[in-house]
């Protein structure tokens, strides 16, 4: 609404003056309550006009108030103005009109929402287009017949992230383990290779400024001899600073500076200078020395190291990380095999104790229709009971329940053998670590045997053997080397700072900065003066900081030698731990051999034992009681047998994971990747770019050693081997050998089967293989 301006005010005294002002100052602060006021605004006013203060007429008090009046005209002025302002804005309070609607504003501050991060869906490569097996689902099967070295070498191909049967992926991701995890250090921009190295790299810097400068000065002096000082300026700067391996700090600087003003004591009215300087720094004592710098880098703070060495050190570590995750994987993956293997093995035991309980119940029911002897009720309802005992059986061996299976770290440092879970649990267990999909219209079946013969390790040999080669003790011993190193650079500290400085500078002055003019004499350009050599300087100095006390240097060293005495001290005890497995291993892998050799009499005892029962039974010789209890005995023995088998074959395999030869046992061989074609054909130019270079070696011999050189991961076939192989195709199964014989017993069912496992069809095939030496590469590091 429009509002009418307010009558003018007569002129009031000066104390009339401080009280509008007083009243401004209230309607600045409080608008509102200023308005709704106003009529009230104008009274003290005229209360305050008739009283006045005594007029003063001396020339003092005129002079005072003369000087006094326009400044208070413009406060006057400035407080009417702000006072009227809120008063203009005076109208009806409108409400807030939102854009949208008001389910736009919530009252809440955070929601669970759904990221906006690019779908990498397993869904979209087909692993969840067929359901998995089951037993009320069997489908159609089709068995893929897959040896130890090929599972192995699709496990390795397959696993772009280490798995593992713990499912630590999904409570800890950034725990687990990755192909990239290598060059993720390598390449990392604070404590990498490169990071550490880039300390290090020639450094330029450069600015321009230009400014323009009108000021009065107080004094005629400051301004050359002018007291309005109007000023066109512009500085240039450029330098390059390099920092050596022995600490010293060279720099080379070029600087222009441009001057025009007003001032009367200058030559010209504008003029150049520049310089050209160089410059270093060099530590005599603490900061200095090629060990030192290569360890901690140019730092100057105790405890804070991050020098070329050390990176080096965390790469090697990180090396020895990603060793022990694959290691594990392969020990993973050959203890699901062996898994799978005894779960066919105690399924075809458990069909056969089923089948000849069928057929010993069904004989009895015939006697029990019949009424003849030998078919009483009891002796038919205990033949039945046991043939559903085998029933559930043979149901839970194949089905099997989701409880632990056999895996790394659980019992032993490979895994102790459990043999708990079915053929569908193991088989979708070793998919798992394959990288498969739970189910594809296939069965994986092991064509592998395990090896039967003794085998027998030489003690001494085992133990020099695990100590030297154990990855653990390897990243260990790279920890401790780490601290070493840093115990060495903290006693560096210890010494004061004492920097030798130098520097040496050509100046040039001139009228223009190039241009060449005759009349100007020795200044017509300031580069020409500049090369003329005339003016030149240079400073040659000490610094010295010395920290009383030294406080912080002593607690880093004290630090330091605390931290070397903890990593020694985790090195004896792991070299401990290992000899303790190392132990365990052969004594597990000698008592699985005589389990294997006893539960092997054991079966052909129980097999004759059946055999002659059944002829007993069968001549009315010998209760229904016997003949049960001993197919009972046949099939628990068969299980147990290729129980202990199994186990032989996850003993030997402890053996050497406990002293660190497992992957050159499965023939794994760890190194780096290829690199992509652009990479090849950019080093190839650069390559033609530099021409034929001079070798030159600027590697000091007093560096400290951080290691002993290249591991021999596999002295048979390291020089042998490619870098890489491309991966083994996994979508056609194996042919399966018709013609061989079956392995076990596998009698003829005669009712129908629930359990979805044809008798006839032989379980496990023999396919023994020669292992080559498999490669697993490694992400390629930074180039």
Not at 518 to 539: C, I, K, M, S
Not at 552 to 569: I, K, S, T, Y
Request: include cysteine; charged fraction near 25%.
């Amino acid at each position: 609404m429009a509002t009418r301006d307010p009558p003018a005010l007569p002129a009031a005294p000066d104390c009339q003056r401080g009280g509008s002002l007083l009243v401004a100052r209230e309607l600045l602060v409080n608008p509102v309550v200023g308005r709704r006021k106003r009529q009230h605004v104008r009274a003290p006013a005229r209360q305050a006009r008739a009283p006045g203060p005594p007029v003063r007429t001396s020339l003092q008090s005129f002079r005072s108030m003369s000087h006094a009046r326009p400044a208070s005209r413009l406060i006057a002025a400035l407080a009417l103005a702000c006072s009227l302002a809120p008063g203009c804005a005076v109208r009806k309070e409108q409400p807030f009109k939102a854009a949208c609607d008001d389910d736009c504003y919530k009252a809440i501050a955070t929601k669970i929402e759904y990221p906006t991060v690019q779908q990498c869906c397993a869904l979209e490569d087909d692993w969840a287009a067929l359901p998995p097996v089951t037993l009320a689902h069997p489908g159609e099967i089709e068995y893929w017949n897959l040896g130890l070295e090929e599972t192995i070498q699709i496990a390795l191909a397959q696993s772009q992230v280490i798995r593992d049967l713990g499912g630590a992926v999904l409570r800890s991701p950034g725990d687990a383990t990755t192909t990239v995890d290598p060059a993720l250090q390598e390449t990392d921009p604070r404590f990498g290779i490169d990071a550490a190295l880039s300390a290090f790299d020639a450094q330029f810097s450069t600015s321009v400024y230009a400014e323009k400068n009108d000021r009065a000065l107080n004094n005629q002096f400051f301004g050359g001899g002018t007291r309005i000082l109007q000023q066109d300026a512009m500085v240039f700067q450029s330098a390059i600073t390099k920092q050596a391996a022995t600490g010293t700090q060279f720099t080379a600087r070029h600087n222009i500076d441009y001057d025009a003003n007003n001032a009367p004591g200058n030559q010209f009215a504008s003029a150049w200078n520049t310089n050209i300087e160089t410059e270093f720094r060099h530590p005599l004592l603490q900061g200095g020395g090629i060990d030192f710098n290569r360890i901690a880098g140019p730092t100057r703070t105790p405890g804070v190291y991050n020098g070329v060495l050390i990176a080096r050190v965390n790469t090697d570590v990180k090396l020895a990380d990603f060793e022990l995750a694959v290691r594990d994987l392969v020990s993973n993956v050959e203890n699901a095999y062996w898994d799978l293997y005894f779960a066919y093995r105690d399924l075809d035991a458990k069909v056969a104790a089923r089948d000849a309980s069928l057929e010993t119940w069904r004989k009895i029911q015939a006697l029990y229709s019949t009424g003849r002897r030998g078919g009483e009720a009891e002796k038919e309802a205990q033949a039945r009971e046991q043939y559903f005992l085998f029933q559930e059986e043979v149901q839970n061996a194949l089905s099997g329940r989701l409880i632990d299976g056999t895996r790394t770290g659980n019992g032993s440092g490979g895994g102790t053998f459990r043999g708990q879970g079915g053929v569908h649990v193991a088989e979708r267990r070793l998919r798992m670590l394959l990288g498969l999909s739970p189910a594809d219209g296939r069965l994986i079946r092991p064509a592998d045997e395990p090896i039967n013969a003794p085998l027998v390790f030489d003690w001494q040999e085992v133990t020099s053997e695990a100590v030297a080669r154990r990855a653990e003790l390897r990243r260990q011993r790279f920890l401790t080397r780490r601290y070493e190193l840093e115990w060495i650079a903290s006693k560096n500290h210890l010494l004061p700072r004492l920097d030798a400085v130098g520097r040496y500078r050509w100046r040039g002055f001139g009228h223009d900065l190039l241009d060449n003019s005759p009349t100007l004499g020795r200044f017509d350009n300031a580069y020409g003066n500049l090369t003329d050599g005339d003016f030149q300087e240079w400073q040659l100095g000490m610094e010295m900081t010395i920290p009383l006390g030294y406080r912080q240097a002593f607690a880093g060293v004290r630090n330091a030698e605390l931290q070397l005495a903890r990593q020694r001290a985790l090195l004896r005890e792991q070299e401990r731990q290992v000899l303790h497995d190392v132990a365990g291993a052969v004594a597990d892998l000698d008592r699985a051999r005589m389990i294997s050799e006893t539960t092997a009499n054991r079966l052909a005892a129980a097999q004759q034992q059946l055999a002659a029962t059944t002829a007993a039974y069968e001549a009315d010789k010998a209760p229904l009681d016997l003949l049960l209890e001993a197919q009972r005995s046949v099939a628990d023995a068969e299980s147990r047998h290729f129980r202990s088998l199994a186990e032989y074959a996850v003993a030997m395999k402890n053996v050497h994971f406990a002293k660190g030869t497992l992957l050159p046992y499965d023939g794994v061989y760890l190194s780096e990747g290829p690199w992509c074609r652009e990479a090849y054909a950019d080093a190839a130019q650069l390559e033609r770019r530099r021409g034929k270079p001079r070798e030159l070696n600027y590697a000091s011999a007093r560096a400290p050693r951080v290691s002993r050189g290249s591991y021999d991961q596999h002295p048979a076939m390291a020089q042998a081997l490619p870098l890489a192989e491309p991966a083994p195709p996994i979508s056609a199964p194996a042919e399966t050998d018709e013609s061989a014989e079956p392995l076990a017993p596998t009698p003829e069912a005669e009712s129908k089967d629930t359990s979805a496992v044809d008798p006839n069809t032989e379980i496990l095939p023999t396919l023994h293989t020669a292992a080559p030496a498999r490669q697993f590469p490694l992400p390629p590091a930074s180039q």
